[in-house]
Antibody, heavy 118, light 107 residues
Framework: QVHLQESGPGLVKPSQTLSLTCTVS??????????WSWVRQPPGKGLEWIGY???????YYSPPLRSRIIISADTSKNQLTLNLTSVTAADTAVYYC??????????WGQGTLVTISS | DIQMTQSPSTLSASVGDRVTITCRAS??????LAWYQQKPGKAPKLLIS???SLESGVPSRFSGSRSGTEFTLTISSLQPDDFATYYC?????????FGGGTKVEIK
């Protein structure tokens, strides 16, 4: 059974870098045709797709966030990392990681709330 | 970049009603569209992929259809468990944009 778990600081200061980890169990992040997406949801608002990393390590980022995002992976730990630089209050959101099989996001983590505040 | 426009943003309905939610893509995405259900405080749940393919375990009262760049999620007879927010998402391009969401409320 595949399980995803997000982790990271719940509070980040403005202008700093938000860094979150997604630990995947039950499947290897290098399994062919698997993609691993990050999605966020500001309080009371809709879902925003942030970007993904593929099983081969290629990445694609949402154009509005492209200049501030890096998604990386540690295959030895079966983990993905999201780094978002120069954060502002507008980046306050619940951040999810999810498995993407190129047919929708079928398995999601529980999400982690990150608040941007001094 | 492909934009997804979802309507309505809010829908008030009663148990037993037939409910229809629409999602329109800004350009052709073939059938590469997914629908999700989200309840408060929970992660979204994938309901439908490839515009009309029901995920395992999803009740048959949910269905999806496509006409060109317009996609529809239909709930044939709304049940108490269906009051939630629904999102569409395209996966035709590298980007995976979501629609703005439709909240289905109790009338």
């Amino acid at each position: 059974q595949v399980h995803l778990q997000e982790s990271g600081p719940g509070l980040v200061k403005p202008s700093q870098t938000l860094s979150l980890t997604c630990t995947v169990s039950g499947a290897s992040i290098t399994t062919p045709d698997h993609y691993w997406s990050w999605v966020r949801q500001p309080p009371g608002k809709g879902l925003e797709w942030i970007g993904y990393m593929s099983y081969s390590g290629s990445t694609y980022y949402s154009p509005p966030l492209r200049s501030r995002i890096i998604i990386s992976a540690d295959t030895s730990k079966n983990q993905l990392t999201l780094n978002l630089t120069s954060v502002t209050a507008a980046d306050t959101a619940v951040y999810y990681c999810a498995r993407d099989l190129n047919r929708g996001l079928d398995i999601w983590g529980q999400g982690t709330l990150v608040t941007i505040s001094s | 970049d492909i934009q997804m426009t979802q309507s309505p943003s809010t829908l008030s309905a009663s148990v037993g009603d037939r409910v229809t939610i629409t999602c329109r893509a800004s350009q052709s995405i073939s059938r590469w569209l997914a629908w999700y259900q989200q309840k408060p405080g929970k992660a979204p749940k994938l309901l439908i992929s490839e515009a009309s393919s029901l995920e395992s375990g999803v009740p048959s009262r949910f269905s999806g259809s496509r006409s060109g760049t317009e996609f529809t999620l239909t709930i044939s007879s709304l049940q108490p468990d269906d009051f939630a927010t629904y999102y569409c998402q395209q996966y035709n391009s590298y980007s995976r944009a979501f629609g703005g969401g439709t909240k289905v409320e109790i009338k």
